[in-house]
């Protein structure tokens, strides 16, 4: 089955003690995008990849790395996380020539920091 | 910089009601515009592709130019099109997608 997976789906953390969140899609897509979910302020982008060791940041970037070192994979890095950084978190990904049908999304990580 | 805005964060409706949902965007560029709804606890699911021009779940979407507009509407809306909905702009390099606000729709019985 064509999909995105995310890694773990739900995670408590303490401030400071860093965590990677895993995404993996199995559709040999060119793009991978992470994205952020808040209450009233929709999705965020935080980092996309337009292919392998290409990565570059979205909209909100600060305290998150990735890496993309192979095609099905773009893990989320958050070095010292904070308590702002409680959200929900998705992974994305479409192929160059399946542009036109948008965005195939994870299940989503919610990550809380205390 | 692109934006998208969804002026509406709540919208309740009774079922068998019309629906529409509101979209406008601010974008130099040619849009690619889409609509995704992601139902209680699932994953976002893309919904409408405003090139396609096609009718998912009775819903359709119309991309107006000189309103900057890609408003989501339903004639009937059923109990189990309450969801959040998203609309999204894609810029025309193609690996930005910027969403808006998104909106709760409750259809009420």
């Given at each position: 089955e064509?999909?995105?997976?995310q890694n ?6 303490v401030?400071g ?13 060119e793009?991978?995008?992470w994205?952020r979910?808040d209450?009233?302020l929709g999705?965020?982008q ?8 290409v990565?570059?940041k ?9 890496s ?7 893990p ?6 904070s ?7 998705f992974?994305a990904?479409?192929?160059r020539?399946?542009a ?10 919610r990550?809380?920091?205390? | ?5 969804q002026?509406?964060?709540l ?7 019309p ?9 130099s560029g040619?849009?690619e ?5 992601q139902?209680?606890?699932?994953r976002?699911?893309?919904?409408l ?10 819903f ?15 004639p009937?809306?059923?109990e189990?099109d309450s ?5 999204a ?6 690996s ?6 998104g909106t ?5 019985p």
């Amino acid at each position: 089955e064509a999909q995105v997976t995310q890694n773990p789906r739900y995670l408590i953390t303490v401030t400071g003690k860093k965590l990677t969140v895993t995404c993996s899609q199995n559709m040999n897509h060119e793009y991978m995008s992470w994205y952020r979910q808040d209450p009233g302020l929709g999705l965020r982008q935080i980092y996309y990849s337009m292919n392998v060791e290409v990565t570059d940041k979205g909209d909100v970037p600060e305290g998150y790395k990735v890496s993309r070192k192979e095609k099905r994979n773009f893990p989320l890095i958050l070095e010292s996380p904070s308590p702002n950084q409680t959200s929900l978190y998705f992974c994305a990904s479409r192929g160059r020539q399946t542009a036109n049908y948008g965005y195939t999304f994870g299940s989503g990580t919610r990550l809380t920091v205390v | 910089a692109q934006r998208v805005t969804q002026p509406e964060k709540l919208l309740s409706v009774f079922k068998g009601a019309p629906v529409e949902l509101k979209c406008n965007y601010s974008y130099s560029g040619s849009p690619e515009l889409f609509w995704y709804v992601q139902y209680s606890r699932q994953r976002l699911q893309l919904l409408l592709r405003h090139i396609s021009r096609e009718s998912i779940k009775g819903f359709t979407a119309d991309l107006n130019k000189g309103e900057t507009s890609f408003h989501l509407k339903k004639p009937f809306a059923q109990e189990e099109d309450s969801a959040m909905y998203y609309c999204a702009l894609r810029e025309t390099s193609g690996s930005r997608l910027t969403f808006g606000e998104g909106t709760q729709l409750t259809v009420n019985p």
